[in-house]
């Protein structure tokens, strides 16, 4: 039987191969809408009376079609287009301001490490069984709920890639699975781009498509609205010393000589990875995003830091260093190679 940690790394680093399928629902879903989360005046969409899905993904690019062929989202890495219900014509947005929420998130999407953090849906209620689903190895495993919720939660995990197959709650008798996938195969770069027209906005209550969203104008606006209080309130970022505690969420490895990679987060939104090896002079291949993460040695060991949030400052950084090693000093940096620029 696997330990929790291993399937749950898994699940946190998710598919690094192109996956394909169907994905369908049973149950009382939520109304079976599709929408695109977004932030601040932009409307998001709703396309209601979905049943199966048919998706591509090649992380992080998606493509999310009705069973008839017909596009709802697309997702190239950067740029998503969205078709509201009905409409042949999609509207284009950046994907900086939007993440997919629609039905099958919960099997499409990688969850970040952070939310396996508390007691929501988070630890094993009985042991992890290895069965077959899909002519594929997977495990399956109970999640404990939480006290205010009656059921536990069923996963069903693919243990080649781990992709989330099942997610269900069968005391509620609701499920969202694949019934068809595949993993391995490339996908033409073609199918998460759109070439045709885009329509204009569409300004309620001008529209009975009232739900359908707007263009996405908001990153343009960021830029001019930081302009203008740059020009005519202060002349530099405001900068303002936060304090915050870090847990760790998740070991991705360690080992009896003192090395590890961990997985880091206050419980909100600054999360990254803290790693230690023993101090060598050879280039340090580290599974980070970031292609030059913070990194210094003591006498004993290197280290090595990310915050996808950003760097921390010089004042911070020496805090942080002082917690992790106070009687050591800092004695140089590492050669470090992070897994983004490989």
């Not at 190895?137 to 890639?161: G, I, N, S």
């Not at 070991?251 to 999360?271: H, K, M, Q, W």
């Not at 990254?272 to 990194?295: D, E, I, K």
């Amino acid at each position: 039987m696997p330990a929790w940690i291993e399937v749950l790394k898994k699940i946190v680093d998710g598919p690094q191969v192109p996956i394909q399928g169907i994905i369908s629902r049973t149950g009382p879903i939520d109304t079976g809408s599709l929408l695109m989360d977004v932030n601040g005046e932009v409307i998001p969409l709703y396309v209601a009376g979905i049943d199966d899905l048919q998706v591509w993904r090649d992380e992080p690019k998606v493509r999310v079609e009705s069973m008839d062929g017909r596009p709802l989202v697309i997702f190239n890495g950067e740029a998503v287009w969205r078709f509201a219900h009905r409409d042949l014509v999609p509207v284009r947005g950046f994907g900086r301001e939007m993440r997919y929420v629609g039905p099958g998130r919960e099997l499409l999407v990688t969850q970040p490490a952070s939310r396996w953090v508390g007691n929501d849906f988070t630890t094993p209620d009985g042991p992890i069984r290895d069965i077959e689903y899909l002519g594929r190895p997977c495990w399956q495993v109970d999640l404990k709920p939480p006290a205010h919720k009656p059921h536990p939660m069923q996963l069903v995990v693919d243990q080649r890639t781990g992709a989330i197959l099942q997610q269900r709650n069968d005391g509620f008798d609701i499920a969202v699975r694949f019934i068809e996938f595949t993993a391995g195969i490339p996908i033409n770069p073609s199918t998460f781009e759109w070439d045709g027209p885009v329509r204009p906005p569409r300004q309620p209550p001008d529209t009975d498509d009232y739900r359908s969203s707007f263009v996405p104008s908001q990153g343009r606006q960021k830029d001019e609205h930081q302009a203008w209080f740059l020009e005519h309130v202060v002349a530099s970022p405001l900068t303002v010393p936060l304090t915050v505690s870090l847990f760790v969420t998740l070991l991705n490895s360690y080992d009896d000589d003192g090395s590890f990679d961990a997985e880091i987060s206050d419980g909100g939104p600054i999360t990254g990875r803290l790693a230690r090896r023993p101090h060598a002079s050879t280039t340090w291949h580290l599974n980070f995003r970031t292609h030059a993460p913070q990194a210094w040695s003591t006498a004993r060991h290197d280290w090595a830091l990310e915050l996808y949030t950003g760097p921390l400052d010089l004042a911070s950084l020496t805090s942080l260093q002082h917690q992790l090693h106070p009687n050591e000093l800092v004695t140089g940096i590492p050669d470090t190679q992070s897994s983004a620029t490989r």
